[in-house]
C-alpha cells in the first residue's frame, strides 16, 4: 500500500501489519502538507491541539519532508481463553503478542461491545456478591461469612470473646479475598445496637458509638456470637440443610445460605448501594414478625389489612415516632414508600418562679447523627435561624439519651419544636426500598411477598433437616439390627 502526499518525492512504502499510531501519525503529517490553515494564529506561541487544523507554531514558511518509515511485522500466536478456575475469566479468541520474550495479550473487539459487556459482568458481581442481601437469610456475602467464620472458629454465646483481628484474618484467608477494613467494618456494625434492632454478634471494646464516633482498631476489640444468632442463623447448618459451595481458590467449603429460622431481612433491615439499584430495608420488632408470619402460615390468603393488625410498622433501634400509616402501607404493598420519624422529645419545667421550659430530646430518627444534630442546632442558634433557644447541651449517658434545649423565657415550646423539626434532622424520612435477591435475581417485593419466600425457603429447610435424621436413624438401625 502506498500513500502520496502533496510532495511527489514523498511515498511511503507501509506494511499491512503496520501499528495503528504510526499510521495515525503519518496520515496527520500528510494531512497537514496538503491542508494550510486559511491564517495565522493570532499568537504565534500558543501550541494547539493536534485535531485543530494548525500547525504548532506559527505559519510555515517551508515545505517539510518527510522520512518513509516502516513497520516490522510481529509475530501473533493465537491463545484460548475461558474460565481461570479461580473466579477470573480471559477473553477468547484474542491473540498474544510476543515482545522482548515476554507474552502479552491482545484481544481484538469493538469497544462498545466490550465495555458492555465489562460493566454488566461488574454490575452482576456487585449486585449478587456484594450489595444487596438474599431474601432467604437477610444476609449479605460478607455477613454470611463472618458469621460461619465465628462459627467454625467455635466464637459462641458461652464461649470466652476472642480478638477481631483473629476473625478477620480467618474471614479473609478462607472466604473473603478482600480488604480487611471491609470486613471489620460489617463485623463491627453488625455488634452496634443502634444500627440493627437485634445485634448479631455481641462485642467487646469500643464498637463505636451514636455520634459517629470510629471504633478502636481491630487489634483492641473482641467478639463473640449473640445467642440469638445461633438459635436463629446457625442451628441447623451441620445438618445438612443448606448447600455448601467451595470458596475462592477450591480449598475450604462455605454455606451458599445460613438456614435462618426468623426472616432476619425483616428483623434487622438491610442497606446497600448496587449498580442501578438499591435497597433500604426497615427493621421490625420481634414478637410482632413472628406473629405476622404466624398468620400467614394459618391463613395463605392473609390480606394485607389483616398481616398489619400483627405488625403495624418497622420498629426502629433508635426509637422515633412514625407519623402517619400512608408510607407504611405502601411500602409493604408495593415494596416502595416514605416514612416518616421524628424523634421523641419531651418538655420540662425547669424552674417553677421563672417558669422557664427546656425541650428534652430522648429519641432521634434512626440512622440520624447525634453530634452532628446538636451541632446543627447550634449552628441555626447562631445564625438567628432558630429562636427562642437559649441554651443546648447533650447529657447522654449509659443510661439513655438525654438532650436538653433551654428556652427563652417567654418562648413558646410548640413553635420551637415545630421547628426543629422542619430546620433539623430530628424529622426525617426513611425511604423504603425492598430489593432482595431471590433465585440469583435482584427483585422488588412487598411484605407478604417476603414472608411467604421466607417460608418456602423453611419449608425447604425443614424437609433436609428431617431427611438427614431419617438418614442417620437408619444408619443406626442397621447397626442395631446387626448386633441383635
Do not use: W
Not at 467494618?185 to 471494646?205: T, W
Not at 487489634?219 to 440469638?228: F, K, N, P, V
Amino acid at each position: 500500500m502506498k500513500l502520496q502526499c502533496a510532495d511527489p518525492n514523498a511515498t511511503f512504502e507501509v506494511s499491512k501489519h503496520m501499528a495503528f499510531a504510526t499510521g495515525f501519525r503519518l496520515l496527520r503529517r500528510c494531512h497537514h502538507q496538503l491542508i494550510r490553515p486559511t491564517r495565522a494564529p493570532s499568537f504565534p506561541g500558543l501550541r494547539r491541539a493536534t485535531s485543530e487544523l494548525r500547525f504548532f507554531s506559527a505559519a510555515i514558511t517551508q515545505k517539510r519532508r518527510v522520512r518513509p518509515v516502516s513497520a516490522s511485522r510481529r509475530e501473533l500466536v493465537e491463545v484460548e481463553g475461558g474460565d481461570a478456575g479461580n473466579g477470573s475469566v480471559t477473553a477468547r479468541g484474542g491473540s498474544s503478542v510476543v515482545r522482548g520474550g515476554e507474552e502479552g495479550r491482545v484481544v481484538t473487539a469493538e469497544l462498545h461491545r466490550e465495555a458492555t459487556y465489562a460493566y454488566m459482568a461488574y454490575a452482576m458481581s456487585v449486585l449478587l456478591g456484594r450489595a444487596l442481601p438474599d431474601v432467604r437469610d437477610g444476609l449479605k456475602p460478607v455477613h454470611r461469612r463472618v458469621l460461619f467464620a465465628m462459627h467454625e472458629l467455635g466464637l459462641s454465646s458461652k464461649k470466652p470473646h476472642k480478638k477481631c483481628a483473629r476473625v478477620v484474618g480467618e474471614v479473609l484467608g478462607k472466604f473473603h479475598p478482600h480488604g480487611d477494613t471491609a470486613v471489620y467494618d460489617s463485623l463491627v456494625r453488625m455488634a452496634q445496637d443502634f444500627s440493627l434492632r437485634f445485634p448479631l454478634i455481641q462485642g467487646h471494646g469500643n464498637f463505636g458509638s451514636i455520634d459517629a464516633d470510629p471504633p478502636a482498631a481491630m487489634r483492641y476489640t473482641e467478639c463473640r456470637l449473640e445467642a440469638l444468632t445461633e438459635a436463629m442463623l446457625l442451628s441447623d447448618i451441620d445438618q445438612n440443610t443448606v448447600d455448601f459451595v467451595p470458596n475462592f481458590d477450591n480449598s475450604q467449603k462455605e454455606p451458599s445460605l445460613l438456614p435462618a429460622r426468623i426472616p432476619n431481612l425483616l428483623l434487622n433491615g438491610a442497606s446497600g448501594i448496587a449498580v442501578g439499584m438499591a435497597t433500604n430495608i426497615p427493621p421490625h420488632n420481634l414478637g410482632e414478625l413472628v406473629d405476622a408470619m404466624s398468620s400467614l402460615i394459618h391463613n395463605p390468603e392473609v390480606t394485607l389489612q389483616e398481616l398489619l393488625e400483627h405488625m403495624p410498622g418497622p420498629d426502629f433501634p433508635t426509637g422515633g415516632i412514625i407519623m402517619g400509616s400512608i408510607g407504611i402501607l405502601e411500602a409493604y404493598r408495593t415494596g416502595r414508600g416514605r416514612i416518616v420519624v421524628r424523634g421523641k422529645t419531651d418538655i420540662e419545667l425547669l424552674d417553677s418562679k421563672t417558669k422557664r421550659t427546656a425541650i428534652i430530646i430522648k429519641e432521634i430518627p434512626y440512622q440520624t447523627n447525634k453530634a452532628s444534630l446538636v451541632q446543627k442546632i447550634a449552628e441555626l442558634v447562631e445564625n438567628k435561624s432558630l429562636e427562642g433557644i437559649n441554651d443546648i447541651r447533650d447529657e447522654s449517658d449509659r443510661s439513655g439519651m438525654r438532650i436538653v434545649i433551654e428556652l427563652k423565657r417567654g418562648s413558646d415550646s410548640s413553635i420551637v419544636l415545630n421547628n426543629l423539626y422542619r430546620h433539623t434532622a430530628l424529622q426525617s424520612s426513611f425511604s423504603c426500598n425492598m430489593v432482595g435477591i431471590l433465585n440469583g435475581e435482584p427483585k422488588l417485593m412487598g411484605l407478604k411477598e417476603l414472608l411467604q419466600e421466607f417460608l418456602d425457603f423453611r419449608c425447604y429447610v425443614v424437609e433436609r433437616r428431617a431427611r438427614f435424621k431419617l438418614l442417620q436413624a437408619q444408619e443406626r438401625y442397621h447397626i442395631v439390627e446387626v448386633c441383635f
